[in-house]
């Protein structure tokens, strides 16, 4: 197995090569030593909107596929933990919704919503029994505001993160932000899940592929900011667009920003606009097909349709058939890798040596 190196110098670097994107050992590679040691959003308090209140679901559905069930207990504190019996992997929760208690249809076990072992029929004669690895399996959550994350073996802190996205949004009322399924859509691209990311970490294509966005976004004021496992690009707005209102105190106060874009390793967008929230999460199913869900959430409607926000559908396109190209250009033969912008591409440079350093 070939291991990669990008120069931490983004002025030496090159990217990764042509062969990460074909290899597909290296692409079931990630999925254990990326997306499994990483975070994952998950959804909101709404799927739990009651105690005893519990949801199944997968985790990356086609890819990681691990069975996880979201829990709250009946002191309303949240659990994730794995949604397979321990007696004979049946699954435990099969429906969304209030439980009476968390039984295994299959022989009867029964769980605590915690996930502790409590009781199972015809075991009376059986030795060491219960032993710890009779509990379902728990994995780490943590709440953002109405917003739930699951790390199944995090190798970072997301607090960390959170604490960095809200220096700059904290001043949003999150907690008021609704999802509206009218407004979100899954899009199906023919690409490697990392080159929908390489494309989005940059702003570098702005001028060249999205002509409307362009018009509303100063892209010569445009900025990446690079953290440990995220970094934010900040779209400055031309005169007269939609802007944040920010508060006195505020690291940007007196700057007229159309769009903060939060990228979170190694799948995760957060795109703030006046008028909320797309979250989007990036999907491996094969190395040749990417699912990518947007998910708005609405704070002021009336903002909807103009500035950096409006037209996301028509520049999600534009952003398929650029990478779709891409994708295919990668199948070359006389193709190796290529350089960095290091005015324009700091943010592909930090995700290339994120994927390099995960991989060892």
Same mark, same amino acid.
């Given at each position: 197995?070939?291991?990669?190196?990008? +120069?931490?110098?983004?002025?030496?670097?090159?990217?990764?090569?042509? /062969?990460?994107?074909?290899?597909?050992?290296? *692409? +079931?590679?990630?999925?254990?030593?990326?997306?499994?040691?990483?975070?994952?959003?998950?959804?909101?308090?709404?799927?739990?909107?009651? /105690?005893?209140?519990?949801?199944? @679901?997968?985790?990356?559905? =086609?890819?990681?596929?691990?069975?996880?069930?979201?829990?709250?207990?009946?002191?309303?504190?949240?659990?994730?933990?794995?949604?397979?019996?321990?007696?004979? =992997?049946?699954? $435990?929760?099969?429906?969304?919704?209030? %439980?009476?208690?968390?039984?295994?249809?299959?022989?009867?076990?029964?769980?605590?919503?915690?996930?502790?072992?409590?009781?199972?029929?015809? *075991?009376?004669?059986?030795?060491?029994?219960?032993?710890?690895?009779?509990?379902?399996?728990? !994995?780490? &959550?943590?709440?953002?505001?109405?917003?739930? !994350?699951?790390?199944?073996?995090?190798?970072?802190?997301?607090? +960390?993160?959170?604490?960095?996205?809200?220096?700059?949004?904290?001043?949003?009322?999150?907690?008021? @932000?609704?999802?509206?399924?009218?407004?979100?859509?899954?899009?199906?691209?023919?690409?490697?899940?990392?080159?929908?990311?390489?494309?989005?970490?940059?702003? *570098?294509?702005?001028?060249?592929?999205?002509?409307?966005?362009?018009?509303?976004?100063?892209?010569?004021?445009?900025?990446?900011?690079?953290?440990?496992?995220?970094?934010?690009? $900040?779209?400055?707005? %031309?005169?007269?667009?939609?802007? !944040?209102?920010?508060?006195?105190?505020?690291?940007?106060? =007196?700057?007229?920003? =159309?769009?903060?874009? !939060?990228?979170? @390793?190694?799948?995760?967008?957060?795109?703030?606009?006046?008028?909320?929230? /797309?979250?989007?999460?990036?999907?491996?199913?094969?190395?040749?097909?990417?699912? &990518?869900?947007?998910?708005?959430?609405?704070?002021?409607?009336?903002?909807?349709?103009?500035?950096?926000?409006?037209?996301?559908?028509?520049?999600?396109?534009? +952003?398929?058939?650029?990478?779709?190209?891409?994708?295919?250009?990668?199948? /070359?033969?006389?193709?190796?890798?290529?350089? *960095?912008?290091?005015?324009?591409?700091?943010?592909?440079?930090?995700?290339?040596?994120?994927?390099?350093? @995960?991989?060892?």
């Amino acid at each position: 197995m070939s291991r990669f190196h990008i +120069d931490p110098d983004i002025k030496k670097a090159e990217t990764l090569p042509a /062969s990460f994107y074909a290899n597909q050992a290296i *692409f +079931d590679e990630l999925e254990e030593k990326v997306f499994r040691a990483s975070w994952h959003w998950i959804g909101d308090l709404n799927l739990l909107p009651l /105690s005893k209140s519990a949801h199944p @679901f997968q985790l990356l559905d =086609g890819y990681v596929a691990e069975p996880l069930v979201l829990v709250r207990d009946e002191q309303d504190k949240i659990h994730c933990m794995s949604n397979v019996c321990t007696h004979r =992997g049946h699954l $435990v929760v099969l429906n969304s919704g209030v %439980q009476k208690q968390l039984t295994c249809m299959y022989h009867g076990r029964r769980f605590a919503f915690d996930g502790t072992f409590k009781a199972m029929p015809e *075991f009376e004669e059986v030795e060491d029994f219960p032993r710890p690895c009779d509990n379902l399996h728990r !994995f780490q &959550v943590e709440k953002w505001n109405p917003f739930l !994350f699951v790390g199944l073996e995090p190798t970072f802190d997301i607090s +960390d993160i959170i604490e960095c996205m809200n220096e700059r949004i904290g001043f949003l009322p999150l907690e008021q @932000f609704q999802y509206r399924k009218d407004l979100s859509k899954d899009y199906l691209v023919n690409c490697h899940w990392a080159l929908y990311c390489d494309n989005y970490l940059e702003g *570098f294509h702005i001028p060249f592929v999205h002509s409307d966005l362009n018009e509303v976004l100063d892209y010569g004021s445009y900025t990446t900011e690079i953290y440990e496992y995220m970094n934010l690009q $900040v779209g400055y707005a %031309q005169s007269g667009e939609e802007v !944040f209102e920010l508060p006195k105190g505020h690291n940007d106060y =007196g700057s007229t920003i =159309g769009a903060y874009y !939060f990228w979170v @390793f190694p799948n995760m967008m957060f795109n703030f606009y006046p008028w909320g929230l /797309s979250i989007n999460i990036v999907k491996p199913i094969d190395m040749e097909k990417t699912k &990518v869900s947007f998910l708005t959430y609405l704070f002021d409607e009336t903002k909807l349709h103009s500035g950096a926000g409006a037209l996301l559908d028509k520049v999600e396109r534009e +952003d398929e058939f650029v990478v779709e190209g891409v994708h295919q250009g990668l199948k /070359s033969k006389y193709y190796q890798a290529g350089r *960095f912008s290091p005015t324009r591409e700091q943010g592909v440079h930090h995700f290339h040596r994120l994927l390099a350093q @995960f991989l060892g």
